[in-house]
């Protein structure tokens, strides 16, 4: 099985900051991306950050969160962190991880999605 793990979620107020953390566990052959979508009440779920484990890891970011959030990745790890700085109230949501894992090579990756935290930022 595949797990994905979050944390650091969390109250925080406007102006504050905040790291997610995810690990992907269980088998894996590697990890394509990783990133982190969101979801507030009455809204579609969205792409807030995603980064390649290819290399140079590229990156791809909302252009509400460009220049506030900031993701990077430990390949050794299988891990993915998503800083977020100058939150706002706007930033509230639940913030789901997002793998695309490989599990056998050649073979398309299959989607993971982590258990969500969420993430509150007071006015």
């Known amino acids: 099985q595949v797990q994905l793990v979050e944390s650091g979620g969390g109250l925080v107020q406007a102006g504050g900051s905040l790291t997610l953390s995810c690990a992907a566990s269980?088998?894996?052959?590697?990890?394509?991306?990783m990133g982190w979508y969101r979801q507030a009440p009455g809204k579609q779920r969205e792409l807030v950050a995603a980064?390649?484990?290819?290399?140079?890891?590229?990156?791809n970011y909302a252009d509400s969160v460009k220049g506030r959030f900031t993701i990077s990745r430990d390949n050794a790890k299988n891990t993915v962190h998503l800083q977020m700085n100058s939150l706002k109230p706007e930033d509230t949501a639940v913030y789901y991880c997002?793998?695309?894992?490989?599990?056998?090579?050649?073979?398309?990756?299959?989607?993971?999605w982590g258990q969500g935290t969420q993430v509150t930022v007071s006015s």
């Open positions: 980064i390649t484990s290819s290399s140079g890891g590229s990156t």
């Open positions: 269980g088998s894996i052959f590697s990890i394509n991306a």
């Open positions: 997002n793998a695309h894992i490989v599990h056998i090579k050649v073979v398309p990756p299959s989607i993971y």
